[in-house]
């Protein structure tokens, strides 16, 4: 993993030097395909590319180990120039930069929230970017930058697992459902990837939950059950919209008959994870858990008024359904009302996702009657969360993680046949991830 960060961080400095010359100077142009080609046929070229990928990714099997080094350096490479590219996140120059600025350089100071109610918002993983971030200051001249390599390093991490489930698994389904996961992954992360973000972080977290709950669910091996609830409970302090992730935990308890020994280490594993984040929210903002009025425990003196913390809370509550409302103008909006705006907020691809959830039940339902026990059990878990999710704060970046997988189990239970399809999962993964970096080259990097 340290040689993955350092790699990501050499690699994306010198990109970012790149792309700076070649914003200045129009000569380099050339570095991206097509850039001087007229826009139809750029996009009757790109077609073709992508045709041209499926067909060389044709024959491809499950077993074709040789590729997969060669498929991780050029996913390696495509992430690394990602992270070299401006953040289009609000967040990311919002509070990111200048939370981690104050962690980094003061570390926990009593009272931040009051500074700005953003700066108590507690997530581990802006901890963690604290410690694995880089700050350039006029580095060659330039203007000072920071490179963020974790986020890359986990979605790294994450496809590796993945290779290694298509390769090893009996179930073609199977192999669909984590290579969906893994290509919507990079199709959503890729364009925050070199960002602090926690919204990322917890989605790549969710997905790696989902990936060792099904290897419990193959081997029931004692081991699996440590690394789930761990993830679990990390999950929790990276993102506390993700609480709900603790229902994975049911079936594992259940099936081990509620073991005292195993509910005493799950216990500990909690206690271990959860009491630093609650020390850090008391000391940041006054509150166990902040924004959430309503725990209000403690009385000390750098306590946030409680008006900020509500205030606070009800932004995030009207941010994720129409920006810019207050509440109360929001409650003016029935749900019929403010549900279309909300839809036509997301970009074509999250309105996809978003429509193919609606079939969840009818995808549980199939799965009950066809004993799928797996597809059953995950879509039991992640019903609550999506309920959750939408209920509180539906900004879908704030839910990825779930939503991805949900999506992924209705097609295929829906549209499942016998025999698989003519494309073996390897395929997919392959043909998939290239003709998004076809995509990226035609349309995303900066001209």
């Known amino acids: 993993m340290i040689i993955t960060l350092f790699s990501l961080l050499i690699l994306s400095v010198a990109l970012s030097k790149l792309f700076e010359v070649k914003l200045e100077f129009k000569f380099l142009a050339i570095i991206y395909p097509f850039y001087w080609i007229p826009f139809f046929f750029s996009n009757l070229i790109f077609g073709v590319w992508i045709l041209l990928i499926f067909v060389f990714f044709k024959n491809f099997s499950s077993k074709s180990i040789e590729y997969t080094n060669s498929f991780i350096l050029v996913f390696f490479i495509f992430i690394s120039a990602n992270m070299a590219l401006p953040s289009t996140l609000n967040d990311f120059h919002g509070y990111y930069i200048q939370t981690i600025k104050w962690w980094k350089e003061y570390g926990v100071v009593k009272g931040l929230g009051n500074l700005h109610g953003r700066f108590a918002f507690n997530s581990y993983f802006l901890a963690l970017s604290s410690v694995f971030s880089f700050e350039f200051k ?14 890359a390093t986990f979605l790294i991490l994450l496809i590796k697992e993945i290779l290694k489930i298509i390769k090893s698994s009996h179930d073609v389904f199977i192999k669909y459902f984590f290579c969906g996961i893994g290509l919507l992954s990079i199709v959503f992360f890729s364009k925050w990837i070199g960002t602090p973000s926690n919204d990322v972080a917890a989605g790549l977290v969710t997905n790696f939950l989902i990936l060792f709950f099904y290897k ?27 609480i709900l992730s603790i229902l994975f935990l049911i079936p594992i308890i259940f099936y081990e008959k509620f073991n005292f020994k195993i509910l005493l280490r799950i216990s500990i594993i909690g206690v271990a994870i959860l009491f630093p984040f609650f020390l850090k929210n008391i000391l940041l903002s006054g509150y166990l858990v902040y924004p959430f009025p309503e725990i209000d425990l403690f009385n000390f003196i750098w306590k946030i008024p409680l008006e900020l913390v509500i205030s606070e809370k009800e932004a995030v509550y009207t941010w994720a359904r129409i920006p810019g409302l207050t509440k109360e103008q929001l409650l003016e909006y029935g749900l019929l009302e403010w549900i279309p705006i909300w839809f036509d907020r997301h970009d074509i691809l999250t309105k996809v996702i978003l429509i193919i ?10 799965s009950i009657i066809r004993k799928e026990i797996f597809f059953r059990n995950l ?48 395929t997919i993964l392959y043909a998939g991830f290239f003709s998004i970096v076809a995509f990226y080259l035609f349309y995303q990097w900066p001209k």
């Open 216 to 242: 419990w669910h193959l081997f029931k091996e004692k081991r699996y059950v440590w690394i789930v609830s761990t993830i679990i409970f990390l999950s929790i302090v990276i993102k506390l919209s993700t």
């Open 379 to 426: 879509l039991l878990i992640l019903i609550p969360n999506i309920l959750f999710w939408f209920i509180q704060a539906p900004d879908p970046r704030f839910a990825f993680g779930y939503l991805f997988s949900s999506a992924i189990i209705v097609l295929i239970v829906i549209f499942k046949r016998k025999k698989s399809l003519s494309f073996e999962p390897i």
């Open 357 to 366: 959830n609606l079939f969840i039940p009818l995808s549980l339902i199939i």
């Open 138 to 151: 006029n580095l060659f001249g330039s203007y000072s930058f920071f490179i963020f390599p974790l986020n």
